[in-house]
């Protein structure tokens, strides 16, 4: 077993194909390790991150490998982060088969070979997957400091084997009162929009969710072009699969709420909604996830996941919840100390204003 490190995007010596058979089989398998995820982050923030990319090796076949990218900050300090770091709810090394070897190798290679950083940070990985374990018992090994939170909560709504309970999460008279109200207001549709609709449609949701934060502490992040520019990237890597699964509703044809989800491996994946804030007081947008929840129904997925994020909304909708583990490793002691401090002042502050 070696690696090969990879810094030329062109120089992959994966297909997209031979990509996704790797990551149907791992642990953590979900639409951000696929192919058409990567490249479209990558073509989108190439500017601002440098491939790094071990790939190992069963003699001469590609058995694993780990999508990273080094991403310089404003104070000089250099970042090793899993490719997708700012828009990916679920994060993992691509490492289906010999997985503890595979991964110390890529520890090992990262620390040894792989010079110019300072911090890795890999937040997101499912705590259901044995990643962070394994890197956890390298940062030993090595004598490396690092600083752990696995308390990222992932709600999300089972629905195979508890149809029942998902009936009556529906016929709820909180959750009926939206359907009432818009159905009385003319005619109500909720769809799945067509490849051809897609390119219409995407600059009205882009609208819709400026709009709907405009006037919060947390603006839009689409009031960047550069986020615009992933989700129109994404969008046409998706077109050839069906994956993307991007609905609108409609009252007498106008959008009154949009969903940006995906539909992977038998689960729909909750990402980014948005709705005309017009209708605010009436809650179009749980409206929306009203008729998501029966279009999984009536598809036969096992589970709407909700992914990362404690939204009081989603309490509404959900009936368990995963963790994902943030992990960031320090090659200095001085500055795991300083994080570790400032870490320690956010949770004291918390406590105080709680």
Same mark, same amino acid.
């Given at each position: 077993m070696h690696i090969k490190h990879i810094v030329d995007v062109s120089k992959l010596p994966l297909s997209n194909k031979e990509w996704n058979e790797l990551v149907s089989q791992n642990e953590t398998n979900t639409l951000?390790?696929?192919? #058409? +995820?990567?490249? &479209? +982050?990558? *073509?989108?923030? &190439? @500017?601002?991150?440098?491939?790094?990319?071990?790939?190992?090796? @069963?003699? #001469?076949?590609? %058995?694993?490998?780990?999508? $990273?990218? $080094? &991403? *310089? *900050?404003?104070? *000089? &300090? %250099?970042? $090793?982060? $899993? %490719?997708?770091?700012?828009?990916? @709810?679920?994060?993992?090394f691509i490492t289906p088969t010999q997985k503890h070897d595979a991964v110390n190798l890529i520890f090992d290679y990262l620390l040894e070979s792989v010079e110019n950083w300072d911090r890795i940070i890999l937040n997101n990985i499912p705590y259901t997957s044995s990643t962070s374990g394994l890197i956890e018992d390298a940062c030993k090994r090595h004598n490396l400091h690092y600083l752990k939170n696995k308390s990222i909560r992932c709600p999300y709504l089972q629905i195979e084997g508890r149809q029942e309970e998902v009936d009556k999460l529906l016929n709820k008279y909180s959750n009926k009162r939206p359907l009432n109200y818009f159905r009385r207001q003319g005619e109500l549709e909720y769809r799945l929009l067509t490849d051809e609709e897609i390119e219409k449609h995407l600059p009205e949701f882009f609208s819709q969710h400026i709009r709907r934060w405009a006037d919060t502490p947390s603006p839009s992040l689409f009031n960047n072009p550069i986020n615009q520019q992933f989700y129109i990237n994404l969008t046409q890597q998706l077109v050839d699969t069906d994956w993307l699964h991007f609905s609108v509703l409609e009252l007498d044809g106008k959008a009154i709420s949009y969903h940006y989800g995906f539909d992977y491996d038998g689960k729909y994946y909750w990402y980014k909604p948005s709705f005309n804030i017009d209708y605010s007081t009436r809650s179009p947008g749980s409206l929306l996830i009203r008729f998501l929840i029966q279009s999984a129904m009536q598809h036969n997925r096992q589970e709407l996941d909700f992914t990362i994020g404690n939204e009081a909304f989603k309490k509404r909708f959900t009936n368990k919840v995963r963790n994902n583990v943030n992990l960031q490793i320090f090659r200095k002691s001085r500055t795991f100390w300083i994080h570790k401090a400032l870490q320690h002042t956010g949770k004291l502050k918390r406590r105080f204003f709680e």
């Open positions: 951000f390790q696929t192919y #058409e +995820w990567f490249s &479209s +982050w990558y *073509k989108t923030f &190439s @500017d601002t991150n440098d491939l790094c990319f071990p790939v190992v090796y @069963d003699g #001469e076949t590609p %058995i694993g490998f780990a999508p $990273l990218a $080094l &991403s *310089k *900050k404003s104070n *000089k &300090s %250099i970042t $090793l982060q $899993l %490719i997708g770091y700012n828009n990916a @709810d679920y994060l993992d």
